[in-house]
């Protein structure tokens, strides 16, 4: 429905920006469940959840940073955490933002580009995140005829 809206505000010849998840199968529905999880539970408990979850990715990448005796770096992913970014938040708040974050809409590149082009659009650029975390980014131009 969102991309209906968006699409009928597009005049002939305009650009549609699109970002969507990439829709990772079994991974985007683990962490479906992990929001709804998040979101369903009191207050009180969601940070344990939040560290649950957080905990192994942290882990990892601090060991990855030691093993290449680059301590201070992994430090400095918390204490300088978006520096330059304007994000207007901590690390750990991005972490309750991705957890908590609802509503977690998935799509593969195929399914938005099937969506768009019997309304006209055609792809000009896609950036994918084919494999990780992160939106796959579309610009879709709407062609000078629009029948829909």
Request: proline share 5%; hydrophobic share 45%; aromatic share 12%.
């Amino acid at each position: 429905r969102a991309i209906d809206f968006a699409a009928a505000a597009v005049q002939p010849g305009g650009l549609l920006f699109i970002a969507l998840y990439n829709d990772q199968g079994w991974r985007s529905a683990k962490w479906l469940r992990i929001k709804q999880l998040y979101n369903r539970l009191p207050a009180a408990l969601r940070p344990l959840l939040v560290l649950s979850v957080v905990l192994p990715y942290e882990l990892r990448s601090l060991a990855a940073h030691l093993v290449r005796f680059m301590p201070m770096t992994y430090v400095r992913t918390w204490t300088h955490y978006g520096d330059g970014m304007g994000r207007g938040m901590n690390k750990w708040r991005d972490w309750i933002d991705w957890i908590g974050g609802l509503p977690f809409e998935v799509a593969t590149p195929d399914m938005v580009i099937d969506v768009l082009r019997p309304r006209g659009f055609a792809l000009q650029k896609l950036v994918t995140r084919l494999g990780g975390w992160g939106c796959n980014e579309f610009v879709f131009r709407r062609s000078l005829r629009v029948e829909d």
